[in-house]
Nanobody, 115 residues
Framework: QVQLVESGGGLVQPGGSLTLSCAAS????????VAWYRQAPGKEREMVAE???????NYADSVKGRFILFKDNAENTVYLQIHSLKPEDTAVYYC?????????WGQGTQVTVSS
């Protein structure tokens, strides 16, 4: 059974930084594109960053230059470094494959940006 566990969120002031972690059990990330998604209150879930199976990193325009995606294959963990946080980054952040495995969504980790 695939399990995804996100962590690292918190309350941060604008301009601050966080590093989110996604630990995966099972082979959900094997030879697949891995992505971070977020869902803000009242909005649909959106993809913000992906690590393709070919090793490329792609970012949504809204986070480009501020979010950095990297992974540790040995530990089957994916990380998302977030810099220069803005209030509009407030959301629950999730990881999953892309396209997502609908049965694998974790609880996510809450990021709140507020002064």
């Amino acid at each position: 059974q695939v399990q995804l566990v996100e962590s690292g969120g918190g309350l941060v002031q604008p301009g601050g930084s966080l590093t989110l972690s996604c630990a995966a059990s099972g082979s959900i990330f094997a030879r697949k594109t891995v992505a971070w998604y977020r869902q803000a209150p009242g909005k649909e879930r959106e993809m913000v960053a992906e690590f393709t199976s070919g090793g490329n990193r792609n970012y949504a325009d809204s986070v480009k230059g501020r979010f950095i995606l990297f992974k540790d294959n040995a530990e089957n963990t994916v990380y998302l470094q977030i810099h220069s946080l803005k209030p509009e980054d407030t959301a629950v952040y999730y990881c999953n494959s892309n396209p997502p495995n609908l049965r694998a969504w974790g609880q996510g980790t809450q990021v709140t940006v507020s002064s």
